[in-house]
């Protein structure tokens, strides 16, 4: 089967550095996304790793590690627009599997 | 570029009624998917197209649930007889390929479905 394992929630405060871990656990894998999602809206795609390392799009990053089945989403200097949901996702011998969720709060 | 379109965005019925959902995906679009998502998780998958063809429909609970993407363009997933544990937002997707090697999909804002 393949399953995702990320923190339920996270808080952080305007202007700092959080990192969002996800585990995985997927047959046949090809790589990891990172989705955004805010209370009532849809889901939109934020990055994608298929390699190992560190991928950096303006204030976020993702990171992937295949040996270790493990990737994090890095978001720097955080607005309070932020806040929302976001979801780690892995694709391999079936369609985009989502983990559950991690929900961040930006506080002032 | 218009996104992905569904409708309705909102649906409230009593359980054991039907409903159906309409998706446009975006033009050019080969792939369209429909996700479940129940409050606080992340989306399900329940069924995957390639053109008009399924390619995964593994975890589509098929006694109620059906789904048709008769031209290749646009999808419409129907639930009959709907039951109180169906209430969740009902997102359709689409990718230009299979979104394997780009892990890109284009998500609509959804339909919500309340089955009281």
């Known amino acids: 089967g393949q399953s995702l394992e990320q923190p339920s929630e996270v808080t952080a405060v305007e202007g700092a550095i959080v990192q969002i871990n996800c585990t995985y656990q997927?047959?046949?894998?090809?790589?990891l996304s990172w989705y955004q999602q805010h209370d009532g809206g849809a889901p939109t795609f934020l990055s994608y790793?298929?390699?190992?390392g560190l991928e950096e799009t303006g204030r976020f990053s993702s990171f992937l590690s295949r040996s270790d089945s493990y990737g994090y989403l890095l978001l720097q200097e955080l607005q309070m627009k932020d806040s929302a949901s976001y979801f780690c996702a892995a694709s391999g011998n079936t369609p985009l599997v989502f983990g559950k969720g991690t929900r961040l709060s930006v506080i002032a | 570029e218009a996104g992905v379109a569904q409708s309705p965005r909102y649906k409230i019925i009593e359980k054991r009624q039907s409903v159906a959902f309409w998706c446009n995906p975006i033009s050019g679009h080969a792939t369209l998917y429909w996700y479940q998502q129940i409050l606080g998780q992340g989306p399900k998958l329940l069924i995957q197209f390639q053109n008009n063809g399924v390619v995964d429909d593994s975890q589509l609970p098929k006694d109620r649930f059906s789904a048709e993407r008769l031209k290749g363009v646009d999808s419409t997933l129907k639930i009959q007889p709907a039951k109180l544990e169906d209430s969740a937002v009902y997102l359709c997707?689409?990718?230009?390929?299979?979104?394997?090697?780009?892990?890109?999909?284009?998500f609509g804002e959804g339909s919500r479905l309340t089955v009281l």
């Open positions: 997927t047959s046949g894998f090809y790589g």
């Open positions: 997707a689409s990718s230009l390929w299979s979104g394997v090697t780009t892990g890109e999909l284009f």
């Open positions: 790793n298929a390699l190992d």
